[in-house]
């Protein structure tokens, strides 16, 4: 936004006094738009984020991961952020009809929704199962054509190296329920996810019967809508993430919340 000031300037009586007068408007003028900022920050007075409550990252009274992240990031321009939980497919609608601004966080992404270059989270998944029914591990070849079981939406064939069967089920608990009652194959989550799931399990079993091995590596990313507001929106903050990785900033947040520290700088 380019704020100019307009005043009734008199003829000044000689070219280098309208020399003087032109330059010192100029420099004013300048100066005014430096303090403003850029057009996008006075624009955008809050950010709306969407995505369901994690343990740890979108924590029900406003802690984690993901909230700390976003508030830190849109603070560097005097933005504040709301959050609305939603299931994933909830959060993909509400971010495609622009009734938010952006989804935490997925690892694909398909239109009308593009996917921030920065990730707010980077880790390895693993998958829990019984060593009995499964026999020795021998990489992801121990999984081709077996049933792998995940939280809606969050997996997906292109996460595993060779054929497997995908079947979404309620939630880790449930999952993990399966897998220990024989119902199934895999159970795939991230570790923290599954760490949470058998703390919630009230199913007793005996741990040398079972094993958790890793399955992938893959990073997590906010999707936004194409709109000139989502784009500004997505560009605000991989250009925030960045001055936080630069500056110091972020990396006490992910070991706060005992997690990795992405590799932003190949990112």
Same mark, same amino acid.
């Given at each position: 936004m380019n704020i100019v000031m307009i005043c009734d300037i008199p003829e000044p009586p000689s070219r280098t006094g309208q020399f003087a007068a032109r330059a010192g408007s100029a420099i004013l003028s300048l100066f005014f738009l430096f303090l403003a900022g850029p057009a996008w920050s006075l624009e955008i007075k809050e950010v709306i984020s969407t995505g369901q409550s994690w343990e740890s990252f979108t924590n029900l009274d406003g802690t984690g991961l993901y909230h700390e992240i976003l508030n830190e990031v849109f603070a560097l321009y005097g933005i504040a952020v709301h959050h609305e939980y939603a299931n994933s497919d909830r959060a993909e609608e509400l971010v495609t009809r622009n009734q938010a601004d952006m989804m935490l966080c997925d690892d694909v992404v398909k239109p009308p929704l593009v996917m921030a270059r920065y990730p707010?989270? #980077? !880790?390895?998944?693993?998958?829990?199962? !019984?060593?009995d029914r499964i026999g020795p591990w021998r990489d992801g070849e121990a999984m081709r054509g077996k049933?792998?079981?995940s939280q809606p939406g969050y997996y997906a064939q292109l996460n595993f190296p060779v054929p497997v069967n995908i079947k979404y089920v309620a939630n +880790?608990?449930?999952?993990? +329920?399966?897998?220990?009652?024989?119902?199934?194959?895999?159970?795939?989550?991230?570790?923290?996810?599954i760490k949470a799931s058998i703390k919630e399990n009230t199913i007793v079993?005996? #741990?040398n019967e079972f094993d958790i091995k890793q399955?992938?590596?893959r990073s997590y990313h906010p999707l936004f809508n194409?709109?000139?507001? +989502?784009?500004?929106?997505?560009?605000?903050?991989? #250009?925030?993430?960045?001055?936080?990785?630069?500056? +110091?900033?972020?990396?006490?947040?992910?070991?706060?919340?005992?997690h990795p520290y992405p590799d932003f700088d190949n990112h």
């Open positions: 707010m989270y #980077e !880790n390895a998944y693993y998958v829990f199962f !019984n060593k049933t792998v079981l +880790g608990t449930q999952a993990l +329920g399966m897998i220990l009652l024989g119902r199934s194959d895999f159970y795939v989550d991230d570790m923290v996810f079993y005996d #741990e399955a992938g590596v194409t709109s000139p507001r +989502g784009k500004t929106v997505m560009k605000l903050y991989d #250009e925030g993430m960045m001055k936080l990785h630069q500056s +110091g900033k972020l990396r006490p947040i992910f070991k706060k919340w005992g």
